[in-house]
Each structure stands twice: as structure tokens, then as C-alpha cells.
């Protein structure tokens, strides 16, 4: 009679603990998001264009998995309890450093070499930015492209276990390839790796303050401008809380100190100013010179020192880069982390092609290349049947005129390119083998 009982109230208490997170929720409402988890919306009966959601019950299972009562507190039970006792990260993007440290679990790969990129690649990845440099610099404009290193590139002693850096990694593929272009590139591992002082945060993948004002720095003297933001005197206050304490912990309020300078920061914001990852960010401050500057989440503290250092500044995280109105800027910088390399080979940018001059030879292609034309962005995408060379150029012929077209690599050689409004692609040359090749295109 006694086991009897204790079974009942056994089974009792499992039922009860499955029914926990449903009555959680009916009595105290859904719960937030993680991190940067993107919000599933509410599911609905019937279908914004009318007529019943026959994928109601889906729905409803994927909004529950994601907005249940005590989420939160149970990923981080789940996540503390490994990490203590196991010593394993239960997020698959978070992982586990020494004394409390916590680094961005896909950098591991670029730290070592197994992210690396192709030849092909980082040869895309410079004569792209090449390209840009010309554009930029042509309208009278200085320009400057930099990589903020990832965490663990700077700080890989405090990763927990064993690991060694590759012999190559993304970044010195690419550092290569930008020498042999002759692109204009400000060296932040150089600066924030011989600092003598941490200047990223324990428990996030980015910079301090700290850090940022030493990044400023290094970019505006890359530009050929005074920067002394590195000096501020400034104080750590217990303020921050790190993205991967988020990610790992939700419900686990820890901070950590934040470089706070003494004498805020001189500049105003002129747009609709949110919070810091906004897409677009547009600032006065009491310097000299227009900045137009494409950036990521390292700019999130970076947009503040910038702002104050030039009389107008546009901060913007949109891509493709749309450089149509660099006209207007005195400097314009592009940053990314070390993590996103490969994406500098994808042609995202929205640029004019540059009309040129060709003469030669071109033996005519078998095989028609497929392009395919953007509307929303007015330009052509295409591949090239069979490759190319690693270092070959990409141009289009339309119109009766010939454009230079951004090279692309990764799972395939292609090319992307604005052309004028007037203008269709006709043919693709560029070189396979030694040989140029002019290839007729296929418009789908």
C-alpha cells in the first residue's frame, strides 16, 4: 500500500512539473525571447489573406516552444548544470572558457583554419575592396577598410582546453590578398593584440569602450587623421551584460565592468535614434568632415567615438553596401569581424561598374552563363561554367561598352554588377586556364 502511494505521488508530481510551463503561461502570460532569438508571432485561425490556417496547430507548437512560462530559468538550470558539472556549454554557439570566460563557439573554427578560405576567395574578397577604394577615392574621398578580430584571435589562453591557432587562417589569406591590391586597410589585431591590457569583455564577443577608442584610433590615423580617443580617462563601471551571458544564461542577471569615460561623449544623435544596433544611424558632432560608415555589431560601441570626430556621420548595417551616395562623404570606412571574411567575396555592393577599355583576343565560350537581374537592387548576379582563374577579373559586356562586374566565390565562381538602366548584359569574359574567354550569357 505504501509503494502504491509513493507511485501515485510520483506520478503526480510528473505530471504536475510537464504542466508547469502551460499554466505558467496561461497565468502569467508568454514569455520573452532569448538573446537575439527572433519572436515567433502568435498563431492565428485564419490566414491574412482569408480562409483557415490549416497549419494552426504547427504554429501554435512553434510559438509555445519559444514563449513558455520559465524558459528562461530552465535553459539556464540546463546550462548551468553541465557547465559545472560536465564542463560543456549546453548552446551550441556559446563556448566555455577559463574563469568565467566565454567565447563565440563559431570563431573557433576561424582560430583554427578550418573556416579558412579559398584562394579564389580572398582574391574576390581584396579586388572587390580594390574596386571600392577606386570608386571612393575617385570622388574625392578617403577610404579605409578594417576587421575587428574576433575574441578568441586576441585572447585564445583564456579558452578552455587545448587549441592551437592554424599556420593561416582567414584573416592572414586576406591580409595577403589586400597587400597585393593595394588596399587601404587599418591593422586592429596588430594595435588591440600588443595593447598590454584586455580590452574585450569576459562574458561577450565584443570590445569594451575601451577597446573601441583604441579601434577609432587606429582607423583614424589610417585616414590620415589625429585620434587620441585611447587617452580619454574614463573608469569601469559593473554596467554590462555580456551577449553570450545572455545566450547561455538568460534568467542569470550577471554583469561586468564597461569602460565608462570621465567627460561624455561630444555629438548628437539626427535620426530617429533607437538603441545602437539600429540600421541606420545618422549623428552630428563638433568635428571636421563627412563619414559615411558600413559596419556590424562592433560598431555598436565604435558609431559613439566616431561621431564625435567628424561634423556629420552616417552609420549604417545594411547590406548590400550601397556606396551610390559616397559622393557625399569626405571618408568612407567599412568594418567587419574576423568571423564574416568569406561574405567580403559575395559582391555585395551596390556601385555603378566601372565602364573600361578592353582589346585582345577573347575565344568565344561554349556554354552560356546564367545571369540573373535584382529589380529591388537594380543589378545582375551570374556564374561562370566550369571557373575561372583565381585571380582573374570579371567583365560584362553590354550596351556596346564593357563594365567590370564584382567577382564572387564560395560555392561557386560568378560575378554580381550595376549596370547603367540602359544596359543589358550581353557576354561574360574573363580568364580560365591562362585563356580569355568571352562566354554569351543566359538572362532567366
Same mark, same amino acid.
Given at each position: 500500500?505504501?509503494?502504491?502511494?509513493?507511485?501515485?505521488?510520483?506520478?503526480?508530481?510528473?505530471?504536475?512539473?510537464?504542466?508547469?510551463?502551460? $499554466?505558467?503561461?496561461?497565468? &502569467?502570460?508568454?514569455?520573452? !525571447?532569448?538573446? %537575439?532569438? /527572433? @519572436?515567433?508571432?502568435?498563431?492565428? =485561425?485564419?490566414?491574412?489573406?482569408?480562409?483557415?490556417?490549416?497549419?494552426?496547430?504547427?504554429?501554435?507548437?512553434?510559438?509555445?516552444?519559444?514563449?513558455?512560462?520559465?524558459?528562461?530559468?530552465?535553459?539556464?538550470?540546463?546550462? $548551468?548544470?553541465?557547465?559545472? &558539472?560536465?564542463?560543456?556549454? !549546453?548552446?551550441? %554557439?556559446? /563556448? @566555455?572558457?577559463?574563469?568565467?570566460? =566565454?567565447?563565440?563557439?563559431?570563431?573557433?573554427?576561424?582560430?583554427?583554419?578550418?573556416?579558412?578560405?579559398?584562394?579564389?576567395?580572398?582574391?574576390?574578397?581584396?579586388?572587390?575592396?580594390?574596386?571600392?577604394?577606386?570608386?571612393?577615392?575617385?570622388?574625392?574621398?578617403?577610404?579605409?577598410?578594417?576587421?575587428?578580430? %574576433?575574441?578568441?584571435?586576441?585572447?585564445?589562453?583564456?579558452?578552455?582546453?587545448?587549441?592551437?591557432?592554424?599556420?593561416?587562417?582567414?584573416?592572414?589569406?586576406?591580409?595577403?590578398?589586400?597587400?597585393?591590391?593595394?588596399?587601404?586597410?587599418?591593422?586592429?589585431?596588430?594595435?588591440?593584440?600588443?595593447?598590454?591590457?584586455?580590452?574585450?569583455?569576459?562574458?561577450?564577443?565584443?570590445?569594451?569602450?575601451?577597446?573601441?577608442?583604441?579601434?577609432?584610433?587606429?582607423?583614424?590615423?589610417?585616414?590620415?587623421?589625429?585620434?587620441?580617443?585611447?587617452?580619454?580617462?574614463?573608469?569601469?563601471?559593473?554596467?554590462?551584460?555580456?551577449?553570450?551571458?545572455?545566450?547561455?544564461?538568460?534568467?542569470?542577471?550577471?554583469?561586468?565592468?564597461?569602460?565608462?569615460?570621465?567627460?561624455?561623449?561630444?555629438?548628437?544623435?539626427?535620426?530617429?535614434?533607437?538603441?545602437?544596433?539600429?540600421?541606420?544611424?545618422?549623428?552630428?558632432?563638433?568635428?571636421?568632415?563627412?563619414?559615411?560608415?558600413?559596419?556590424?555589431?562592433?560598431?555598436?560601441?565604435?558609431?559613439?567615438?566616431?561621431?564625435?570626430?567628424?561634423?556629420?556621420?552616417?552609420?549604417?548595417?545594411?547590406?548590400?553596401?550601397?556606396?551610390?551616395?559616397?559622393?557625399?562623404?569626405?571618408?568612407?570606412?567599412?568594418?567587419?569581424?574576423?568571423?564574416?571574411?568569406?561574405?567580403?567575396?559575395?559582391?555585395?555592393?551596390?556601385?555603378?561598374?566601372?565602364?573600361?577599355?578592353?582589346?585582345?583576343?577573347?575565344?568565344?565560350?561554349?556554354?552560356?552563363?546564367?545571369?540573373?537581374?535584382?529589380?529591388?537592387?537594380?543589378?545582375?548576379?551570374?556564374?561562370?561554367?566550369?571557373?575561372?582563374?583565381?585571380?582573374?577579373?570579371?567583365?560584362?559586356?553590354?550596351?556596346?561598352?564593357?563594365?567590370?562586374?564584382?567577382?564572387?566565390?564560395?560555392?561557386?565562381?560568378?560575378?554580381?554588377?550595376?549596370?547603367?538602366?540602359?544596359?543589358?548584359?550581353?557576354?561574360?569574359?574573363?580568364?580560365?586556364?591562362?585563356?580569355?574567354?568571352?562566354?554569351?550569357?543566359?538572362?532567366?
Amino acid at each position: 500500500m505504501k509503494k502504491e502511494w509513493l507511485y501515485r505521488v510520483f506520478i503526480g508530481v510528473f505530471f504536475a512539473v510537464l504542466a508547469l510551463p502551460l $499554466l505558467g503561461t496561461l497565468a &502569467l502570460g508568454p514569455g520573452d !525571447a532569448v538573446a %537575439n532569438e /527572433a @519572436l515567433v508571432p502568435p498563431p492565428r =485561425l485564419k490566414e491574412p489573406q482569408g480562409g483557415i490556417n490549416w497549419g494552426f496547430l504547427s504554429d501554435a507548437g512553434d510559438w509555445f516552444s519559444k514563449h513558455f512560462a520559465f524558459r528562461k530559468e530552465l535553459i539556464t538550470a540546463d546550462s $548551468l548544470w553541465k557547465a559545472k &558539472l560536465l564542463g560543456t556549454s !549546453a548552446r551550441s %554557439n556559446v /563556448a @566555455l572558457g577559463e574563469d568565467g570566460w =566565454l567565447f563565440y563557439a563559431e570563431t573557433v573554427d576561424d582560430y583554427t583554419g578550418l573556416d579558412n578560405i579559398t584562394p579564389r576567395q580572398a582574391w574576390c574578397a581584396a579586388h572587390s575592396l580594390r574596386m571600392v577604394q577606386d570608386c571612393v577615392e575617385w570622388e574625392g574621398a578617403g577610404f579605409v577598410f578594417t576587421v575587428a578580430p %574576433n575574441k578568441l584571435s586576441l585572447y585564445p589562453e583564456h579558452y578552455r582546453g587545448s587549441i592551437d591557432r592554424a599556420e593561416t587562417t582567414a584573416w592572414d589569406q586576406l591580409a595577403e590578398a589586400l597587400e597585393a591590391e593595394g588596399v587601404r586597410y587599418a591593422d586592429l589585431f596588430s594595435a588591440l593584440g600588443g595593447a598590454g591590457e584586455v580590452l574585450y569583455h569576459e562574458t561577450d564577443s565584443h570590445w569594451t569602450n575601451k577597446g573601441a577608442a583604441l579601434g577609432h584610433d587606429v582607423i583614424l590615423t589610417a585616414l590620415g587623421l589625429p585620434a587620441d580617443a585611447y587617452e580619454k580617462p574614463g573608469h569601469f563601471e559593473d554596467i554590462h551584460e555580456g551577449d553570450l551571458q545572455v545566450m547561455l544564461y538568460p534568467a542569470w542577471k550577471k554583469t561586468e565592468g564597461q569602460f565608462v569615460f570621465d567627460t561624455p561623449l561630444d555629438f548628437t544623435y539626427t535620426s530617429n535614434f533607437r538603441a545602437a544596433d539600429d540600421l541606420i544611424i545618422e549623428t552630428q558632432g563638433p568635428g571636421e568632415g563627412t563619414l559615411l560608415m558600413f559596419r556590424d555589431s562592433f560598431g555598436n560601441a565604435l558609431h559613439t567615438l566616431m561621431a564625435e570626430s567628424f561634423g556629420k556621420s552616417t552609420f549604417t548595417r545594411a547590406t548590400p553596401y550601397d556606396l551610390t551616395g559616397a559622393a557625399e562623404a569626405d571618408y568612407v570606412v567599412l568594418e567587419i569581424v574576423e568571423r564574416n571574411i568569406p561574405r567580403l567575396a559575395e559582391g555585395n555592393y551596390l556601385m555603378p561598374a566601372p565602364e573600361m577599355e578592353l582589346s585582345g583576343e577573347w575565344a568565344q565560350g561554349e556554354e552560356a552563363a546564367p545571369v540573373s537581374y535584382q529589380p529591388e537592387q537594380g543589378r545582375y548576379r551570374g556564374t561562370l561554367p566550369g571557373g575561372c582563374d583565381v585571380d582573374s577579373p570579371i567583365y560584362l559586356e553590354a550596351g556596346g561598352a564593357y563594365f567590370e562586374a564584382f567577382p564572387t566565390a564560395g560555392e561557386q565562381e560568378g560575378f554580381a554588377a550595376l549596370l547603367p538602366q540602359e544596359a543589358a548584359p550581353q557576354a561574360v569574359l574573363y580568364w580560365k586556364d591562362g585563356q580569355a574567354l568571352r562566354q554569351a550569357v543566359s538572362l532567366g
